[in-house]
């Protein structure tokens, strides 16, 4: 049975740091995401990578701020979040692919955690 859990959500002022983390079991995957979605907003990437080699993929809105990674003995994945700021507030899931091009709709992934609420404020 696949699962997805994270943890490592919580409230933050703004220019503020937190790291999430996600536990993977079940099986594994050709990718790993985070995804986020804000009240009244379309769920949306902030980032993806490869579980083999670590190839990472950045929205434009994280890119330089967050930090993806996954520890492949522990079947762990992480996000570290810096210099955070009031829009990224949302609820953050993982979640797992199986594509092996680029996946950056949440359509390409078929499996989710139940999500994590990160709260910044101003």
């Known amino acids: 049975q696949v699962q997805l859990v994270e943890s490592g959500g919580g409230s933050v002022q703004a220019g503020g740091s937190l790291r999430l983390s996600c536990a993977v079991s079940?099986?594994?995957?050709?990718?790993l995401g985070w995804f986020r979605q804000a009240p009244g907003q379309e769920r949306e990437l902030a980032a993806t990578?490869?579980?083999?080699?670590?190839?990472?993929f950045y929205a434009n809105s994280v890119k330089g701020r967050f930090t993806i990674s996954r520890d492949n003995a522990k079947n762990m994945l992480y996000l570290q979040m810096t210099t955070l700021k009031p829009e990224d507030t949302a609820v953050y899931y993982c979640?797992?692919?199986?594509?092996?091009?680029?996946?950056?709709?949440?359509?390409?992934?078929?499996?989710w955690g139940e999500g994590t609420q990160v709260t910044v404020a101003s």
């Open positions: 979640a797992a692919s199986a594509w092996t091009t680029t996946a950056t709709h949440d359509w390409q992934y078929r499996y």
């Open positions: 079940g099986r594994t995957f050709y990718r």
């Open positions: 990578i490869v579980w083999s080699d670590g190839t990472t």
